[in-house]
C-alpha cells in the first residue's frame, strides 16, 4: 500500500469551469476527509465520509462543492463554476475509526487549484 | 480552524527545547493530535493524547495537556534543523450527529536555527 493518493497534484483553471479532483485512501480505511488548506493556514474541514456516507459538509461550503465516494473507495471533490477565490490545496486524508477511539489520519500530498 | 488556536511563529537553535503551545474552546474532545507538515508535503501525525491523560511522552516529544483551561502543549526536546516544519495541532471531536470529526488549528511555524 502506497498510502493516501490524490489526483492531478496540480490543476490550473479559468474562472467558470467546472474542476474534479480523486482521493485514493489506503485500502482497508473506513473514514475519508476533505481539506482545505490556504497559505498561511491550517486545514480547514470540508466535508467527511464514513464508507459510503458523508457524515457532515461544512456550513461554510458553498452548493457549488460537491463530493462522493460512491464505493465506500475512492472519492471525488467537485467544484462548479470555480472562483478565484476556491484557489487552495485541496487535502484528502484517510482513517480507520469506529466509535470513540483515537483517530489518526494519513494524508495525501494533495491537489493545489489555481483559478485565474 | 477558529476552535482551535495556535501562535503563529516559534524561533529556537538548534539544541534548545521547543514548546509549541494549542488552546482549543471544546471540553468534548476525546483526542488531541499533533500534525507536522513539512515544505511541499502532505501532514503527518507525530503524537496524541487522550483527554483524561495529561502528559504523554515518546522519545523526543512530550505532550502535556491541562484540560482545565483547555490547553495543549507540545515540547520538543534537542531540536535539530530537520524539525523545522509547521506544526498543527488537532482535536476530535463529536459533531451533531455523534460522529467523531477531526478539526485542526491555524499551525505555528518552528524555525530551528543552526
Known amino acids: 500500500d502506497t498510502g493516501v493518493s490524490q489526483d492531478p497534484r496540480h490543476k490550473i483553471t479559468k474562472r467558470g469551469q467546472n474542476v474534479t479532483f480523486r482521493c485514493d485512501p489506503i485500502?482497508?480505511?473506513?473514514?475519508l476527509y476533505w481539506y482545505r488548506q490556504t497559505l498561511g493556514q491550517g486545514p480547514e474541514f470540508l466535508t467527511y465520509?464514513?464508507?459510503?456516507?458523508?457524515l457532515e459538509k461544512s456550513r461554510l461550503l458553498s452548493d457549488r462543492f460537491s463530493a462522493e465516494r460512491p464505493k465506500g473507495s475512492f472519492s471525488t471533490l467537485e467544484i462548479q463554476r470555480t472562483e478565484q477565490g476556491d484557489s487552495a490545496m485541496y487535502l484528502c486524508?484517510?482513517?480507520?475509526?469506529w466509535g470513540t477511539g483515537d483517530e489518526k489520519l494519513f494524508f495525501g500530498s494533495g491537489t493545489q487549484l489555481s483559478v485565474l | 480552524g477558529e476552535d482551535v488556536e495556535q501562535s503563529l511563529f516559534l524561533s529556537v537553535r538548534e539544541g534548545d527545547s521547543s514548546v509549541i503551545n494549542c488552546t482549543y474552546t471544546?471540553?468534548?474532545?476525546?483526542?488531541l493530535y499533533w500534525y507536522k507538515q513539512e515544505p511541499g508535503a502532505g501532514l503527518q501525525l507525530l503524537t496524541y493524547?487522550?483527554?483524561?491523560?495529561d502528559m504523554k511522552q515518546d522519545q523526543r516529544l512530550t505532550v502535556l495537556l491541562n484540560k482545565k483551561d483547555k490547553h495543549l502543549s507540545l515540547r520538543i526536546a534537542d531540536t535539530q534543523t530537520g524539525d523545522s516544519a509547521i506544526y498543527f495541532c488537532?482535536?476530535?471531536?463529536?459533531?451533531?450527529?455523534?460522529?467523531?470529526?477531526?478539526?485542526f488549528g491555524t499551525g505555528t511555524k518552528l524555525q530551528v536555527i543552526p
Open positions: 486524508a484517510s482513517s480507520f475509526h
Open positions: 471544546d471540553s468534548s474532545s476525546t483526542y
Open positions: 493524547i487522550f483527554s483524561n491523560m
Open positions: 488537532a482535536e476530535s471531536r463529536a459533531n451533531s450527529g455523534g460522529y467523531q470529526k477531526v478539526t
Open positions: 485500502s482497508e480505511h473506513n473514514r
Open positions: 465520509f464514513q464508507n459510503e456516507a458523508q
